[in-house]
Nanobody
Framework: QVQLVESGGGLVQPGGSLRLSCAIS????????MGWYRQAPGKQRELVAR?????????ADSVKGRFTISRDNAKNTVTVYLQMNSLKPEDTAVYYC???????????WGQGTQVTISA
């Protein structure tokens, strides 16, 4: 069972920054891709950013140029970061970390972390 533990959410003013972290209890060699999704009240969950184990990234158009996804590898864990700059009220949502296992393509989710952008 893969465990994903997110941290770093909070309340910031518009224009501010936050960095989210997600610790994934799996070796990088067992992961196909990792990403961050978000879900705002009354809306569907949407992809924010994704990174492959080779380092290729892709972003939602709404966050391009403002958010950066990155990762650090350890022996049996991977930490995925989401650096969020120039935050806007419309970035307010619960942010979820996701990992897709290599081979089975099973999708695993973290518990979510609240990000609120408000003056």
């Amino acid at each position: 069972q893969v465990q994903l533990v997110e941290s770093g959410g909070g309340l910031v003013q518009p224009g501010g920054s936050l960095r989210l972290s997600c610790a994934i209890s799996k070796s990088i060699f067992s992961i196909y891709a990792m990403g961050w999704y978000r879900q705002a009240p009354g809306k569907q969950r949407e992809l924010v950013a994704r990174i492959s184990t080779s380092g290729n990234t892709n972003y939602a158009d709404s966050v391009k140029g403002r958010f950066t996804i990155s990762r650090d590898n350890a022996k049996n864990t991977v930490t995925v970061y989401l650096q969020m700059n120039s935050l806007k009220p419309e970035d307010t949502a619960v942010y979820y970390c996701n990992a897709i296992s290599r081979g089975t393509m099973e999708s695993s989710w973290g518990q979510g972390t609240q990000v609120t952008i408000s003056a």
